[in-house]
């Protein structure tokens, strides 16, 4: 199952007692903060969470799935995720 933003907000409501609004007004605002972060380059780390990281590709040589034909691939830029080891035991059960 995935945890959807609905969701954080129903979380937010009921265990800090906020109302609905003022919850989704937090994690939207949290979220565009992160998003104009990420835009302009700047890494995004919550600690004990991980680390979000802007990554620029160059262009390379790829293929089509759906026909073989070989092209090349423009270069963009990509966000990766770096799970904090917090968070990695923590899932893994591991008490430290």
Same mark, same amino acid.
């Given at each position: ?38 835009? $302009? @380059? *700047? %890494? ?16 390379? &040589?790829? #293929?089509?799935?759906? $026909? @073989? *034909? %070989? ?16 968070? &990695?035991? #923590? ?6």
């Amino acid at each position: 199952m995935t945890l959807t933003k609905a969701q954080i907000v129903e979380v937010i409501q009921n265990q800090l007692s906020f109302p609905k609004n003022q919850s989704t007004e937090i994690i939207e605002t949290m979220l565009e903060i992160m998003k104009r972060s990420l835009e $302009t @380059g *700047e %890494d995004v780390l919550i600690s004990g969470f991980g680390k979000f990281c802007l990554r620029e590709k160059s262009k390379r &040589k790829g #293929r089509n799935p759906a $026909t @073989g *034909e %070989d092209m090349i691939l423009d270069e963009r830029r990509v966000i990766t995720f770096n799970c904090s080891d917090i968070l &990695k035991r #923590r899932i893994n059960g591991e008490k430290k």
